[in-house]
């Protein structure tokens, strides 16, 4: 009897240290991967800073090539105008060669194409009025370049106003400028454009490093737009119920960070 008694206590004794020894395991494995996902998300948020360092850099590179062609079409239009400045009478028929290779050049190089999307309107604007500019062009010249380089739909918008205005291209081209801030261009279109982005925007899983960062570069987008002050609507996310749908986006972990940090302010 005393023998069954001690095999019965060395047998407790076991089990409990193996569960002891489970327990252990079960924590150690538990803390190993929460040091993993904070060294994760530690990543990705660097990740995110450089491809938004990197997108500023070739945005800048992109307008720094465009007005490289543009100073080189003039440059070469310049040249061309002082080397045949003592040929009388040639002269204004040179001139207008010159003036014909610099807008040949910067059609074909320094023109993007708009792609419709209302938020990239004004960007893609400025960036047509600058490649076009000092070149001299004539309305009915201008509506030609605009069919060319808009997107489908806003082409058909200027392709009928074109037709409509055949015999007069200076009313035309002022008509399609019109049509396309309506639009494209009103602060309002641009505010629902992004509010819809957001509200699209599918929710976030803790190992969607991707789509963190695509959530990233959206919130940059606009968060530029509301320091222009050319969208006052956008204000209403920096409200509480306006900021509220964007955590609800993002990964648990995430968003008891923000609650953390929350409760500071």
Known sequence: ENDDLEVRS??????????????SLALATARAKAKAAEAKAAFAQKEVDMKVRRARIDAELAAMEVEKEREAAFAEAA?????????????PRFTDLAKFLARSQLITTGLT??????ENYWAWKSSFSNAVKGLELTE???????????????????RRIKSVHIRHPAAGLKMAWDRLEQCYGTPEAIESA????????????SRDVQKLRDLADLLLEIE???????????????????IHPILEKLPYHLQDKWTSFGFKY
Request: glycine share 4%; net charge negative.
């Open 140 to 158: 009915a010249e201008e509506l030609d370049l605009l069919v060319k380089w808009l997107g489908r739909e806003s082409s058909e918008h200027v």
């Open 113 to 118: 194409k708009f792609d419709d999307k209302v």
């Open 194 to 205: 992004l509010f819809a982005r957001l509200e699209s925007f599918p929710k976030i899983s």
């Open 10 to 23: 060395e047998c407790s004794y076991s089990s409990r240290s193996s569960s002891s020894s489970k327990v």
């Open 79 to 91: 040249a061309l105008e002082e080397a045949l400045e003592d040929n009388g009478d040639y002269l």
């Open 224 to 242: 530029a737009a509301k320091e222009d002050r050319f969208l006052p609507g956008l204000s209403y996310l920096d409200t509480a119920r306006g």
